[in-house]
Nanobody, 124 residues
Framework: VRVVESGGGWVQPGGALTLSCAAV????????VAWFRQAPGKGREGVAC????????RYGDSAKGRFTISRDMSKNTVSLQMKSLKPEDTAAYYC??????????????????WGQGTQVTVSS
């Protein structure tokens, strides 16, 4: 069982990037799936999550109005569309899955399945 992120890279300030998370061995329909990020020297921050069973979304303060989380049930993937990116968005971004009991949670301790992370760098 694992989750795998893709789509990271370098982008200029004001640009956009879409991250994707794929699951192997589990179906996201039965999980709450979240994106977290961690910048050097900082703790892990919850960015956004989506309830795989009903599509309900929740966003951290840094993501509101700029990021959109979505799911594709046919592909068993969860995406994070990011726009108006800022240098402070630079971080390693992680996808994680938690039981639906933790629907709406942006607390890292509630999540058991983690990907390896994908780096996002925003700079000019």
């Amino acid at each position: 069982v694992r989750v795998v992120e893709s789509g990271g890279g370098w982008v200029q300030p004001g640009g956009a990037l879409t991250l994707s998370c794929a699951a192997v061995g589990i179906k996201f329909d039965y999980y709450n799936v979240a994106w977290f990020r961690q910048a050097p020297g900082k703790g892990r921050e919850g960015v956004a999550c989506i309830d795989g069973s009903n599509g309900h979304e929740r966003y951290g303060d840094s993501a509101k109005g700029r990021f959109t989380i979505s799911r594709d049930m046919s592909k068993n993937t969860v995406s994070l569309q990011m726009k108006s990116l800022k240098p402070e968005d630079t971080a390693a971004y992680y996808c994680a899955a938690a039981p639906l009991l933790y629907s709406g949670s942006l607390k890292a301790e509630d999540y058991r399945r983690w990907g390896q992370g994908t780096q996002v760098t925003v700079s000019s």
